[in-house]
């Protein structure tokens, strides 16, 4: 591990602890951190990259339907057609939002290998406990309509906070603090916790 990385997981690890001691009650949302569901944004109080690194976190959670979807079919976790697919249709979108489409490609490649980390995790678990393998299998095509929608959302994130994370020593804080939020706020096991590691890796670079 490097010494910017050792640095980052250091802040990462003092965020983490700083989220778990403060009170996760945000504070009173306004009409505009309320979004059509309904459901203030939590981690408006930690951020710009909070809503970000919530759409992440949201992501990642897909992977769980995906491996559901994928496990006890033969179908590998691999699917380097599909994630060609992906990347290209950033690289379109980011150029038209005035983003750098290889550095937008970039992030979403680490969005794809976290999602694929956590296929691996579940894979490994079912297998090993049984028990605990899904009985229901989602729908991939569904899934790949949500995901579609999280590029777009991912990517609207990544034009609002293109000067946050062009000051990297700020965004490496506001991110470490976000991240140790989320997991805190959303209670993500060791596996998640990894992934989540993976798909930020380059929010700051």
């Given at each position: ?17 700083v ?42 959670r ?29 690289r ?32 490994a ?6 028990g ?26 990544l ?7 062009a ?5 490496t ?33």
């Amino acid at each position: 591990m490097g010494k910017r990385s050792r640095v980052a997981r250091g802040v990462a690890v003092t965020a983490l602890a700083v989220a778990g001691t403060m009170s996760v009650t945000a504070p009173p949302a306004t009409a505009a951190d309320t979004p059509a569901t309904g459901v203030p944004a939590p981690h408006k109080a930690f951020g710009r990259l909070g809503t970000l690194t919530d759409l992440v976190v949201e992501r990642l959670r897909v992977s769980d339907d995906v491996a559901a979807a994928k496990f006890g079919t033969g179908s590998p976790i691999d699917d380097p057609t599909r994630e060609q697919q992906v990347l290209d249709q950033v690289r379109q979108q980011a150029g038209a939002l005035g983003l750098d489409p290889e550095q937008a490609a970039a992030f979403f490649e680490d969005q794809i290998t976290a999602n694929k980390q956590v296929q691996r995790g579940l894979f490994a678990r079912w297998t090993a406990h049984p028990g605990e393998a899904p009985t229901t299998r989602p729908d991939l095509g569904e899934i790949r309509t949500r995901l579609d929608r999280l590029t777009t959302d991912l990517l609207g994130q990544l034009k609002s906070t293109v000067d946050v994370r062009a000051k990297r020593t700020a965004c490496t804080v506001q991110l470490a603090v976000a991240t140790g939020s989320a997991v805190v706020l959303g209670r993500l096991d060791a596996l998640h916790r990894e992934a989540l590691d993976t798909a930020v890796q380059s929010v700051c670079a």
